[in-house]
């Protein structure tokens, strides 16, 4: 079983920049990818940005040149820089981790954070 706890949602007004933290605790080292989804009122979760255990990143096209995922495998954390935030960012973010096994892929979540960015 694997934990992940975000941090670092709050208010922020447009053009300002927050950073999500994620900590992923318990049996970690069967983890690939982790990264980060969002959810806004009456819409579907959808990916903002995920990171592979080799690095490779991939980003929503409404993220892309604003947010920036990284992630550190000493500390099992991923963060996420969030820059020039506009309205359409307000949403819970979730934490999530990708455990591979033979023919699917088993998805972790945490408990979601709130982000809200003012006009």
């Known amino acids: 079983q694997v934990r992940l706890v975000e941090s670092g949602g709050g208010l922020v007004q447009a053009g300002g920049s927050l950073r999500l933290s994620c900590a992923a605790s318990?049996?970690?080292?069967?983890?690939?990818?982790i990264g980060w989804y969002r959810q806004a009122p009456g819409r579907d979760r959808e990916l903002v940005a995920m990171v592979s255990s080799g690095g490779s990143t991939n980003y929503a096209d409404s993220v892309k040149g604003r947010f920036t995922i990284s992630r550190d495998n000493a500390k099992n954390m991923v963060y996420l820089q969030m820059n020039s935030l506009k309205a359409e960012d307000t949403a819970v973010y979730y934490c999530t981790a990708r455990e591979p096994y033979p023919g699917y892929e088993y998805a972790y979540w945490g408990q979601g954070t709130q982000v809200t960015v003012s006009s």
């Open positions: 318990g049996s970690t080292f069967g983890i690939n990818a």
